[in-house]
């Protein structure tokens, strides 16, 4: 783990592609000291023919987008904001599965660099005791019935010390859970490292059933007691994991057996946050 002061964190282009070791995804890499968001600089990228595996890293985002409309802000010399640009020859359907592939990604890229015992809350927040360090959003382009560009992004708390009042009880970051400072560089790296290979399967296969297994033994949610909140009625019921499409498998008190879309509902376990 990286250990020097935040100060000399060196965290740009040439330091985050220094430690890439993927074959094509953020080998075109975009860095920027300050943008809107890395998301929106991808979809406007996309619109003038960008290919598969453009990467977008920032130091600071101003209008970073999280769930539900939240704003997802990344201060100056402290954090991770990135996006890539996919264009993935799948059916709308499958798109979410994506989200679930960069929580997958990151939950590995943060264990290599700072080996932190992270864990995922279904579907794509990445949690360490109780806390939210790392939240996800992708945004799909459609063409009729096809898949155009799906766009990632990811926002990682590495470095931050402090939160502000209203969230300081649901975040944390890499730095206040190691107690020390954390490279970007790497962390950005490896997060893209792990991604890269875990799309690939997907590609593979159309679906998550070779990354169930790995993903299920890192979920918080897995055999845990689960309130669903869903618009057609709220249940309570066990958690038994992610099925091979991502859904998670919700076992009702009665024995009746649920499978749950990210994005059609939501899902409140042992943290509250959601």
């Known amino acids: 783990m990286d250990t020097r ?3 000399k964190d060196e965290y740009d282009h040439d330091s985050i592609a220094a430690n890439l070791h993927t074959s094509y995804l953020g080998r075109e890499l975009l860095f920027f000291r300050e943008i809107d968001s890395t998301n929106d600089e991808l979809k406007r990228r996309a619109g003038e023919g960008a290919p598969e595996g453009l990467m977008a890293a920032a130091d600071i985002q101003y209008k970073g987008k999280g769930r539900r409309g939240r704003v997802w802000t990344t201060p100056e010399g402290v954090n991770i904001a990135m996006s890539y640009l996919l264009r993935p020859d799948i059916p709308p359907d499958s798109a979410s599965m994506i989200t679930l592939l960069l929580a997958m990604a ?3 890229g943060i264990r290599e660099v700072s080996s932190l015992d992270v864990k995922i809350k279904w579907p794509n927040d990445i949690v360490m005791n109780g806390k939210k360090l790392v939240g996800i959003l992708t945004e799909m382009i459609t063409e009729g019935e096809h898949v155009s560009v799906i766009i990632p992004g990811i926002g990682i ?8 009042e209203d969230i300081k009880d649901k975040a944390t970051s890499i730095c206040i859970e190691s107690g020390r400072i954390c490279s970007r560089a790497k962390t ?5 490292d ?6 690939g399967i997907f590609l593979r296969d ?8 790995g993903y299920n033994a890192i979920c ?18 066990t958690s038994r994991g992610i099925d091979d499409r991502g859904r998670l498998i919700v076992v009702r008190e009665d024995g009746r057996e649920e499978r749950v879309y990210a994005g059609e509902v939501s899902v409140r ?3 509250g946050y959601v």
């Not at 792990?194 to 799309?199: K, S």
């Not at 159309?206 to 297994?213: A, S, T, V």
């Not at 918080?220 to 019921?237: F, H, Q, S, T």
Request: glycine share 10%.
């Open 5 to 7: 002061d935040n100060t």
């Open 188 to 192: 950005a790296a490896a997060v893209t």
């Open 157 to 164: 708390n590495v470095n931050t010390t402090s939160f502000p």
């Open 220 to 237: 918080v949610n897995k055999d845990a007691g689960v309130r669903v909140l869903d618009p057609k009625g709220e249940y309570d019921g």
């Open 206 to 213: 159309g679906d998550l059933r070779q990354l169930r297994e």
């Open 106 to 108: 990151a939950a590995r």
């Open 194 to 199: 792990a991604f890269e290979e875990y799309y």
């Open 269 to 271: 376990g042992i943290y």
